[in-house]
């Protein structure tokens, strides 16, 4: 198992989201606040739980295509993978319950939203072929992520209206993230591919130029006071 987690959830992932569920967290709360650290908890427990969907999602393939994986060689099962997810529910549901109606609301648009895309929108996996569209259809998870984060910090007054900028700062985190990530690599998901080298960087600058906006639109005064 934990060769597992080095090889498809590494511990790199868990410094970005600690930062997400940090800042996610401050804009819901107005501020710093030691309960950022169970948000945390419970947004590393949602990845965990989106990966592990994944690998159900895509066993066939990558059995196929990667049978080296630790899953793939039989030294970890889908039903241990399993036992994982309930664990990683079970510690959301920890997480979210007690901050109140509004906080469970999010996080239950959230489990559906993902149960959506582990289904590829029930579009028949017509959107598995398109390597433009697919991304778009799946990043908005995050944004969704980011508003639940959030919402866990406001507690029982609901973020309202405010939250679409914490649901853009996600979502163009989860673009940015997956643009450099493919920006180059090999296979038919690369965007260089898809768009060309120059057209394909173009866009990465578009997507971290409106991160940045988005993210100084996040942050609030309080933060900015308790880093400094």
């Known amino acids: 198992m934990t060769a597992w987690f080095l090889e498809r959830y ?36 949602f ?13 066939e393939a990558d059995l196929a295509a990667h049978p080296e994986r630790v899953l793939q060689s039989g ?10 997810a309930v664990g990683a529910l079970a510690v959301q549901a920890a997480v979210t ?23 590829d929108f029930f579009t028949g996996g017509r959107l598995e ?8 259809a799946h990043v908005p998870l995050s944004g969704l992520a980011c508003v639940w984060v959030a919402q866990l910090g406001a507690g029982e007054s609901p973020v309202g209206f ?10 163009l985190l ?11 690599s090999g296979g038919d998901r690369s965007y260089t591919r898809v768009l060309g080298a120059f057209r394909a960087r173009a866009l990465l600058a578009v997507v971290l130029s409106a991160l940045a906006g988005a993210g100084a639109a ?8 308790a880093l400094a």
């Open 75 to 84: 030294r970890v099962t889908l039903g241990r993978l399993r036992l994982v």
């Open 218 to 225: 996040v942050v609030q005064p309080g933060v900015w006071k």
């Open 47 to 59: 990845y965990l739980l989106v990966r592990i969907v994944d690998e159900h999602k895509d066993y």
């Open 129 to 136: 072929g398109r390597p433009l569209l697919y991304p778009l």
């Open 97 to 119: 319950l007690p901050a109140g109606k509004a906080a469970s609301g999010w996080w239950l648009i959230l489990l559906g939203w993902l149960c959506w895309a582990a289904q």
């Open 174 to 184: 989860a673009l940015a993230v997956d643009l450099a990530r493919k920006l180059g």
């Open 10 to 45: 590494p511990p790199a992932n868990a410094v970005l989201l600690l930062a997400v569920a940090v800042v996610a967290h401050a804009f819901g709360h107005g501020g710093l606040a030691p309960s950022a650290l169970s948000a945390f908890a419970g947004l590393w427990c």
């Open 162 to 171: 405010r939250a679409w900028r914490v649901f853009a700062f996600g979502t």
